[in-house]
């Protein structure tokens, strides 16, 4: 079985560190030898990492020095590493070489840092194949293969999990550096779509593979009573929103769109989750009179039970790379509606009529209205979110071992 390695800045948290560590745990369970790559010693859901697979720790000393032994599962290895200076300066110098008029945009001292220890877990290892998880990842991939050589180093395969921007850093750096990919994994086909125009990756070295959102055990856990009293005092519904607190989820819009629901049927809005912009939603909610009727109970350690007892869940991003989240409402059979953001709440909803525009608030409350207004058949949601499953995404990853292992030169 081929040997695969899962690279990961870190797993502090979030949708593709989820999905990165579910991967891993999928490949794992059907025979293969999978290790989770670090370069940081930050890991929010130990009880997460698969044990079938190991978790290896390139951090630099001081790192090192800061680490948390007892926070990190069992299976996680160490391996602090100091960066040699000769090779740190014949990397640098064969990216200024290679790309003399993007050189200062390359050469930045933490990626080359983690490019030469990269390169050692690699010479030391010897993986099948890497698949890279967001830009740190993929830069230290590319790079590491520069310094040993692609006869020597193995394949690489990027994993993109969200949009990327015209004229961003990560995708000016992607345009010159996706050329030595063997393979680029999109998670949905408006993540390909955007892929191809914004980086030029033809469509020959694209393969969409959806994340595996619907867990057994997030299922199990979903039959749990919720940590909150609104579930249990005979309140009025609860609309549920999930995710960072950060600008990419729009919460604002959120709340906004949720003043309007109010002001025509009685409900509650709940926010899981904890980031920036906290502070900046609790004055929203106080400026709008919502105080009570608006809670933000804080990070949940199971979502899911929230979602499978919430009258609708709801999605305002300003875009996503799939939006794992609004899978796992449906699977827990909870209705749910979105902002029609690139890329996947579409995929995922396939209903036009359950997506409003990006940042809108009124056309969110006239959707939101919508279905708290209409019966919601749960099984359908259910079959609805299996799409998303575990097997699914697996044989979607082994497929791209297979076409890229049998491509490479002997």
Not at 209 to 214: H, L, S
Not at 260 to 289: F, K, N, T, Y
Not at 362 to 380: F, H, I, K, N, S
């Amino acid at each position: 079985m081929p040997y695969i390695a899962m690279v990961i800045p870190s797993l502090a948290g979030g949708g593709a560190e989820r999905t990165a560590l579910r991967v891993a745990g999928g490949l794992a369970a059907r025979g293969h030898d999978v290790d989770i790559v670090l370069f940081q010693p930050h890991v929010a859901y130990p009880a997460e990492v698969p044990e079938a697979a190991r978790l290896i720790v390139l951090c630099g000393p001081r790192a090192w020095a800061r680490r948390d032994p007892s926070a990190m599962p069992a299976n996680a290895q160490w391996r602090p590493q100091r960066v040699p200076v000769l090779q740190g300066a014949r990397l640098a110098a064969g990216l200024a070489r290679d790309f003399p008029a993007a050189a200062p945009m390359l050469l930045r001292r933490g990626a080359l840092g983690r490019a030469l220890r990269f390169a050692r877990y690699a010479a030391r290892e010897r993986p099948d194949i890497l698949f890279a998880n967001l830009p740190q990842a993929e830069h230290a991939a590319f790079y590491a293969a520069r310094l040993a050589g692609p006869r020597v180093f193995p394949p690489v395969v990027p994993v993109i999990h969200n949009v990327v921007t015209l004229g961003a850093r990560h995708t000016q750096r992607r345009r010159l550096l996706f050329p030595s990919a063997a393979h680029v994994v999109a998670v949905s086909r408006g993540v390909a779509e955007n892929t191809a125009e914004a980086v030029g990756v033809p469509e020959e070295r694209l393969s969409v593979i959806y994340n595996p959102a619907v867990m057994p055990a997030a299922l199990r856990l979903a039959e749990e009573a919720p940590d909150h009293p609104w579930f249990g005092d005979g309140g009025p519904p609860v609309v549920l929103g999930a995710g960072r607190l950060a600008r990419q989820k729009d919460f604002p819009t959120l709340v906004e769109a949720f003043r309007r629901v109010r002001a025509v049927r009685p409900c509650r809005l709940m926010i899981l989750g904890e980031g920036p912009m906290r502070s900046e939603l609790q004055s929203r909610v106080r400026a709008l009179d919502l105080e009570g009727q608006v809670s933000l109970p804080g990070w949940a350690e199971n979502p899911w039970a929230f979602m499978a007892r919430a009258a609708l869940f709801v999605l305002s991003s300003r875009h996503e790379g799939l939006g794992n989240v609004l899978v796992e409402a449906l699977a827990c059979g909870c209705p749910a509606v979105a902002t029609d953001c690139p890329a996947g709440p579409a995929e995922i909803l396939e209903d036009p009529a359950l997506l409003a525009p990006v940042g809108d608030p009124e056309a969110l409350a006239g959707v939101m209205l919508r279905a708290l207004a209409r019966p919601q058949d749960r099984p359908a949601l259910r079959a609805k979110a299996a799409r998303f499953s575990m097997e699914r995404a697996v044989e979607g990853y082994e497929a791209v071992v297979e076409r890229v292992l049998r491509a490479r030169p002997a």
